[in-house]
């Protein structure tokens, strides 16, 4: 490589030049990737604790490369977002899962709800809420049956667009929720602002439940918060039965995690769906 004269290439090390590589060939291929085809969604169970019944499941975005292989959403979606393909990725991905969840519906195997990820690049488009709308009549479904997971940071970047974009999602019926709750900082008086209706307790909180007690007063504080809002929860990365025991009796609302289910491709739930319903 050549220096241009203003010493460019000194403020890299090795390792960071090797990362913006890495990064340019995950933007060009994603470029690519939607007309190639190469966009699966996984589904993971989210149970009522309650009940021990699938409620719903959360639409999980895979990338399956030829050259590259797997390439993790953690990995990906970020560089999506900073160039663009994010918008129309994410709209992929709403109309995938709520095309497979009618069809599921249509196969007579009953889920409530389909959760679905959003980047706040989306959030931020003026016509979003027309967009979803305009999917939910396409789908055939309900608009309660789409839940929409909002991190804190897409609601508090700028607190009253965020809630005028959620109080138009939730005139139309759409389900909204936070996700990763106590990973950002969203302040409380924001937050009983949000029409929000679940609070989605982020993994880190519930990974070390069993031997953590600030944890579990954490997650029990988050619990009984939500419950004075009127909110219901959900624990995801729930693994052990001592977690779910835990979280059973601080009054959770539902559980989603590998102790129920990874998330899987859609014919792997559909095996499990059936199973549930004994048809
Ligand atoms: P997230 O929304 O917080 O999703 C939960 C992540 O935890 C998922 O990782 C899931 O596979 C994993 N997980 C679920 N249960 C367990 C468990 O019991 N233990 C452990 N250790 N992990 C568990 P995944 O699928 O790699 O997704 C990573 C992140 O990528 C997601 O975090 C979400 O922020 C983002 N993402 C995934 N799909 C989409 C999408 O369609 N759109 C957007 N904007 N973001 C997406
Ligand atoms: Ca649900
Ligand atoms: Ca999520
Ligand atoms: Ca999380």
Redesign the pocket.
């Known amino acids: 490589a050549k220096l241009d004269g203003r010493n460019t290439y000194s403020f890299f090390t090795p390792e960071m030049r090797a990362q913006s590589v890495r990064a340019l060939q995950l933007e060009n291929a994603l470029r690519r990737a939607l007309e190639r085809e190469q966009f699966t969604l996984?589904y993971?169970p989210q149970i009522c604790i309650a009940t021990g019944q699938i409620t719903g499941v959360?639409?999980?975005?895979r990338w399956q490369h030829p050259e590259l292989g797997a390439i993790?959403?953690?990995e990906f979606?970020p560089i999506a977002e900073d160039c663009g393909q994010?918008l129309p990725i994410?709209e992929w991905?709403l109309r995938e899962a709520l095309r497979q969840l009618q069809a599921w519906r249509k196969m007579g195997l009953m889920l409530e709800t389909m959760a679905?990820?959003?980047?706040a690049v989306?959030f931020r488009q003026p016509q979003f809420p027309q967009l979803v709308t305009r999917i939910l009549q396409e789908s055939g479904l309900p608009a309660h049956a789409l839940e929409l997971?909002l991190t804190e940071g897409v609601a508090m970047d700028d607190p009253r667009a965020a809630i005028a974009t959620m109080d138009e999602l939730h005139s139309h019926g759409v389900l909204l929720s936070i996700?990763?709750f106590g990973t950002g900082y969203s302040s409380l008086s924001q937050l009983k602002r949000f029409p929000v209706y679940k609070l989605k307790i982020d993994?880190s909180f519930v990974r070390d439940l069993d031997d953590d007690a600030n944890d579990r007063a954490i997650v029990s504080a988050i619990i009984r918060m939500a419950q004075a809002l009127g909110m219901q929860t959900i624990a995801?990365?729930?693994?052990t039965s001592g977690q779910l025991a835990f979280l059973r009796e601080q009054g959770c609302t539902e559980a989603?995690?590998?102790?129920y289910g990874?998330?899987m491709p859609a014919t792997q739930l559909q095996a499990l769906l059936a199973g549930a319903t004994g048809s």
């Not at 679905?116 to 980047?119: E, I, P, T």
Request: no cysteine.
């Open positions: 996984h993971q959360e639409a999980l975005l993790s959403p953690a979606i994010i994410g991905v679905v990820n959003l980047s989306q997971e996700d990763d993994q995801e990365g729930v693994e989603q995690g590998y102790y990874r998330p």
